[in-house]
């Protein structure tokens, strides 16, 4: 699709836009106001396709997909949307022309702070695709004023300050007051009867909030679709109580509004304590309830009924943070339009659907029924009549089973177990990769699998692969064009052309010279940024990615330890140097998690001292790691670093972003891992450690001693010594104990001890390998030529067949039945 606005009219639409909202002529403005203005021109652009996208779901009555998720990572938007609607090159003109560079202007924009992590990232990815393959896909959340957090780290200590993403990214954001929602909480319920005999439950002396839209617009790549992120803002219907600030209680005046707007303040608040549990829980509620009462009311408005609600709607679930969509969907059906029971569940069940992804016990959520029934007592009361129904279907279906009939209850002990919720109430269920569908059907809810076969499926995770590729690394994109031509910039599977040169040893040499430019710019920014100068002709080892136990930086930093201890016995040691780049954010209130961050500074720290060493091995940790700092480091890294304990990473997208710029994993037969062995080949990807069942193995059999691993090999025993001595003049005890005898006799639960000696000995095949250099970079270009079955834009694709029903253009284009494989044209 060509761009619809030229050159000479962008440089005109800025300048209106300067002199209209900041009175200024461009020579007078500063760039930031330039910027603001650039932004303008391209949402404008993107607010009249959006217009006629939605004038095309009403005219043709096509179904929409919902995609609710706690957290979206969109990252920037002024290049994506430029490069999306194919404006970069005339913007960048218009720009020079002006005496502007549009890098610099671009480099303005903050990260919008609305996610965390790679759930967050994956539902930003799913949005872009869903408007590339011309899907009517929209998200839903809230607008977090502050986001997550900026990551500071001070002397190893992780300092969380407030991230205001909002004062330079909230140019992109549409405010829809007229659309606003009004949402309870808290209050009693009273029983009356209508006049034709049946029982209504009225919701009392509840404390309203309001939720107003704040709509951000997603572009496609060539697309004309433009679709919308919908961000519920939090406020009070009361500004002021004008009583107490006549007394004088000028706080406490204001008292409702504070509380109603720090529902949309940060992501994710701590819940260590009370008052966190029910901030999370007044979150997660305030944007389910706000995002289904705009959508069945829209929906009632252009059909008028909600029989058809499934027929033209798909929600899903993504995790099971919005898990109350099923019970709040049931109260609009049933409390507000009076459909009964069982044709408001029918109505529901199927039109939601669930992604499941992780199947670690704290990350699948239970709330203690007493807060749940204090601040959504309606919510509550229809969790409890759904448990009640459930369970009389499961006693019929598995007769004696009581242990089955315990593990799919949905309440159970005081507490609501929201994935059992989710499955229960779902018409489509899905894993994240091959390995994590089979888990969840043969163990987390295997139940449910046996009496509903039909609902579970997999859809592995995929990436905005245009967004690392085409946008992250523009060198090597090009050099693919012209060995390849275009057509991958639509259809990644034709990055597989790249497979003819995997014997040219001009074109391997030419991907070689490549990643060393894209490692120079980023040894630049960690010169400037952390005062540690890494050797281009190192190996870039990478592992950016959340920091949790589970994914096990702790393992990578017990081998740094093992190569200082190395160096320092034999200083002709064979060792190749190796700069090894960590980013990670540890959640506020996860102390081992900020151990680690604390460790490798100050491993860092002794190594960059130490002259014996420092020109051997650095490790440099990049603070607040982000979509855009991942956009720097992507494109440079050579190694990447999937090293978390198998079967506990439910996919993982990280690996597929390394994976198309050239970085060969270095992993577990874990999560995606598998699935890219399966498609490089075990030539062109290391693997270590357990796999699955051996975990489970270990762990059932009771025999796991990680305080006799420590005295039995040398090496493990040498880095034990380490780390118990102190690192820097820091004492490292909990780390210590955790590894070798644990809290509650449970050492090393992530097994980093049992696969040290596995990983070992892979990273010296890495080092063989890299040393050669011709096959490294043959293995290099094979990762990318595999990488594109795992687009984003292949996922939504079997959602849209699999779960969501739903074609893949609605507008402006073509269109062939999802079962083709087919898309715009």
Known sequence: ?????????????????????????????????????????????????????????????????????????????????????????????????????????????????????GLGRLASCYLDAMASQGMAGHGMSICYEYGIFRQQIKEGIQVELPDDWMDNGSVWLRPMEDEAQEVHFGGTLREIWDESGRMKLLHEDYTAVIGVPMDMLISGYDSPVVNTLRLWKATSPVGIDMGLFARGQYLKSMEQKHMAEVISKVLYPEDAHEEGKTLRLRQQYFFISASLQSITKKHLANFGTLENLHEKIAVHINDTHPAMAIPELMRILVDEHGYSWDLAWSIVTRTISYTNHTIMPEALEKWPEGLFSRLLPRIHSIIKEIHRRQQLEIMKVFPGEERLWEEMSILHNGQIRMAN??????????????????????????????????????????????????????????????????GFRKDPVELEKLLEYREDLSVLERFAEIKRSNKLRLASYIKEHSQIVPDPESIFDVQVKRLHEYKRQLLNLLHIMHLYIRIKEDPSADIHPRTFIFGAKAAAGYFMAKEVIRLAYHLSRVIEEDPQVRDRIKIVFLENYSVSLSERIMPAAEVSEQISLAGREASGTGNMKLMINGAVTLGTMDGANVEIYQAVGPENIFIFGMGVEEVLALQNSGTYNPWVLSHTDPDIGNVMKMLSCGIHGQSFERIMNSLVTGYNGNGDPFFNLADFASYRDTQLAVQAAYRDRTRWNRMSLTNIAKAGIFSADRAVKEYAEKIWDIPLCYGGCRTTSPASGGGKL
């Open 1 to 117: 699709m060509e761009n619809s606005i030229e050159k000479d009219s962008l440089a005109v639409r800025i300048k209106e836009n300067l002199l209209r909202v900041f009175g200024k002529e461009p020579e007078q403005a500063s760039d930031l106001q330039v910027y603001k203005a650039t932004c303008m021109v391209i949402r404008d652009e993107m607010a009249a396709r959006w217009q006629s996208s939605q004038d095309a779901v009403r005219e043709n009555g096509s179904k929409q997909v919902f995609y609710l998720s706690m957290e979206f990572l969109p990252g920037t938007s002024l290049r994506n949307n430029a490069f999306n609607l194919r404006l970069t090159e005339d913007l960048r003109s218009a720009l020079r022309d002006m005496g502007r560079d549009f890098d610099l202007l671009c480099s303005l924009e903050p990260d919008a702070g609305l996610g965390n992590g």
């Open 421 to 486: 919720l989710c499955v229960a109430a779902s018409h489509g269920v899905n894993g994240v990769s091959s390995l994590h569908s089979r888990i969840i059907r043969e163990g987390l809810f295997n139940g449910y699998y046996r009496l509903s076969p039909g609902k579970f499926t997999n859809v592995t995770n995929g990436i905005a692969y245009r967004r690392w590729l085409c946008q992250a690394n523009p060198e090597l994109t090009a050099f693919i064009e012209e060995l390849c031509g275009p």
